[in-house]
């Protein structure tokens, strides 16, 4: 798990990761303070993004299925303060109004996930009005000249295929993952020319099947994340090829998958076993999956580290699944783009974990202890701190790594935890200046990256942490059933980042930034004033028929009192 330390030294240390450097990229060098203006390349696309389950709602209209979320928050304790998606932002219902947001930030596409139990609520029936919602949604963002990016797997599993599987456990749900992908190309493939396979299956894997803190909430420790992991690679992989065959050559689109990137940076550079545990913390988290799509087989030290617990265990083979060569060969090269989810980064040191019977995990089995400088800003949730300079870092390996791929952002963001709402979100501003600049800096660096989402659009539900924390451009009113959304100052700020397609020179972006402050005060009061509308809608839409049922009890009660004494 994540550890907290005091790192008084690691913000003046020069780190360098030795065992994957590239030729024109200089790991030696500390330009972490450096703000680099200048503009991204001609067509580069700016996006936003959401999820099915954390912005849909309307969890069991219109023939919607079942899906693991919705069993799962429905638990009492799985969700802070029992939370749930039921309603969320009611995005379901308000297609235009989100439509005329992205149209307001001038974005290029919009990342957003198809709720799996919406199309196909059980194994075999399709519904219609889920394809229509859908249909709905892509020709208006087209019509709106904004290019959709559309997930497959944003974690929501029908519910009736856990139950009858145990879902990512079971083989078997490969080929339900391309049923339900090859209908998607078939109703929509004609207008999504980008599609995403899975969404960070890391939290998939070890979330939900390894620590339960996600549904289905399973706790297989040391196996259960693995086995998972080896179904949705060849489940893609399967998907990548139905698409090739099938559909490429008339659709002409692009289907890639989106992974979970932390950096990890060595404590001590003059340390090799904390160089070789940054390398081997990267490995375990992008590469676990990045490796086999692009090289056809997990990354060597992945295979080393499990095989060697295991066998110390006193286990006959690996817990860690191995491919056989056809399967290298099918899987190897399955990705057209690679989308790219990054946050934040750690300290990475060594630290030997002796394997045991009851105490085998995926976190053991790494050999690695995380850490964070205390000076890193930690505005919202509690993994998140704002370290730029990672992300570079990361882009730079992934373009060293994997020949240079194809790249999307498709997560990007911070969050905030707070009680009172807060519009003026400048912490946010300034994540998204330091986060894109340094992205910026990587393609000068050479890396290959095309678009970036920022994550989100809105404020929506987060998982396990339900409403607590919110990483939305546009905060959403939950207590208010219409769901408003209102702008933060960091609209302003990305919409002038995509105008400009990038950061002209300082005293402009500086313009930015107080000229969206500026604005955000006047939304505020906008804000400040709807406690009392909500009042005002609670009076009307609860407190005024109860005293009306009130009132016609009270009359017939002494109506029957005054008949009785007339008898």
């Known amino acids: 798990m994540q550890l907290r330390c005091a790192l008084s030294v690691c913000h003046v240390l020069m780190l360098v990761l030795c065992l994957s450097t590239a030729e024109d990229f200089d790991w030696t060098k500390n330009n972490y303070g450096s703000f680099y203006y200048g503009t991204f390349p001609t067509g580069f696309s700016w996006g936003a993004g959401g999820s099915a389950y954390q912005t849909e709602g309307a969890w069991d209209k219109d023939g919607k299925g079942l899906s693991i979320w919705d069993v799962f928050s429905h638990k009492k304790g ?80 029908p519910q009736v295929l856990q139950e009858k599987y145990s879902g990512w456990q079971n083989i078997s749900m490969i080929n339900h993952f391309n049923d339900y992908a090859n209908l998607c190309f078939e109703k929509f493939g004609d ?25 289905p909430g399973l706790k297989l420790r040391g196996t ?46 003059s340390n090799q076993k904390d160089i070789e545990a940054a390398e081997r913390y990267v490995q375990f988290y992008l590469g676990w999956f990045a490796t086999p799509m692009f090289h056809g087989d997990y990354p060597q030290v992945m295979k080393d580290f499990v095989g060697r617990k295991s066998a110390q265990q006193g286990l006959g083979t690996s817990r860690l699944p191995s491919f056989s060569p056809q399967e290298k060969s ?32 995926y976190f053991t089995d790494r050999d690695l202890a995380e850490l964070v400088d205390p000076r890193w800003p930690d505005p919202g949730s509690e993994w998140l701190y704002s370290v730029p300079w990672g992300f570079r870092r990361l882009l730079n390996f992934v ?29 946010r501003i300034q994540y998204y200046k330091e986060y894109i600049n340094e992205m910026l800096k990587a393609i000068r660096d050479g890396v290959n990256v095309k678009g970036y989402t920022a994550w989100s659009l809105l404020d929506k539900f987060e998982w396990d942490e339900g409403f607590s924390e919110r990483f939305g451009l546009y905060y959403v009113d939950f207590r208010n059933k219409n769901k408003p959304r209102y702008p933060k100052a960091s609209v302003q700020f990305y919409k002038r980042i995509i105008s400009s397609n990038g950061f002209p020179n300082q005293r402009e972006v500086e313009n930015w930034r107080r000229k969206a402050v500026e604005m955000c005060s006047s939304s505020n009061q906008l804000l400040a004033a709807d406690p009392l509308t909500s009042h005002m809608e609670m009076v009307t839409e609860i407190v005024v028929p109860t005293v009306c049922t009130l009132s016609i009890l009270i009359s017939a009660v002494l109506l029957m009192f005054l008949l009785r004494r007339r008898n």
Not at 191 to 207: C, D, L, Q
Not at 253 to 268: Q, R
Not at 399 to 427: A, F, H, R
Request: one cysteine or more; glycine letters at 8%; aromatic letters at 12%.
């Open 78 to 157: 799985k969700i802070q303060l029992n939370d749930t998606g039921d309603s969320s932002c009611e995005s379901y219902y308000k297609i235009k109004d989100d439509v005329s947001l992205m149209k307001e930030l001038r974005l290029n596409h919009y990342r957003f996930s198809i709720s799996w139990p919406r199309i196909i609520p059980t194994a075999d029936h399709v519904n219609e009005k889920g394809i229509q919602y859908y249909d709905e949604l892509i020709d208006h963002l087209l019509e709106n000249n904004i290019t959709p990016i559309v997930t497959l797997y944003h974690w929501d599993l």
């Open 191 to 215: 207008r999504v020319k980008h599609w995403i396979t899975f969404n960070n299956p890391w939290s998939v894997a070890v979330e939900g099947y390894e620590t339960g803190e996600h549904a």
């Open 224 to 269: 259960g994340a693995y086995r998972a992991a080896h179904h949705i690679i060849k489940a893609h992989a399967k998907v990548w090829h139905t698409y090739d065959t099938q559909w490429r050559a008339k659709q002409k689109g692009l289907v890639g998958v989106s992974l979970a990137g932390d950096w990890g940076e060595p404590v001590d550079i």
């Open 330 to 361: 099918y899987i190897k090269g399955t990705c057209d783009f690679l989308g790219i989810g990054h946050f934040t980064t750690r300290y990475i040191t060594n630290r030997n974990d002796p394997p045991g019977r009851s105490s085998s995990s």
């Open 399 to 427: 373009k060293t790594q994997y020949g240079n791929p194809m790249i999307y952002v498709t997560e990007n963001g911070v969050s905030e935890k707070m009680m009172c709402t807060e519009l003026c979100d400048e912490w």
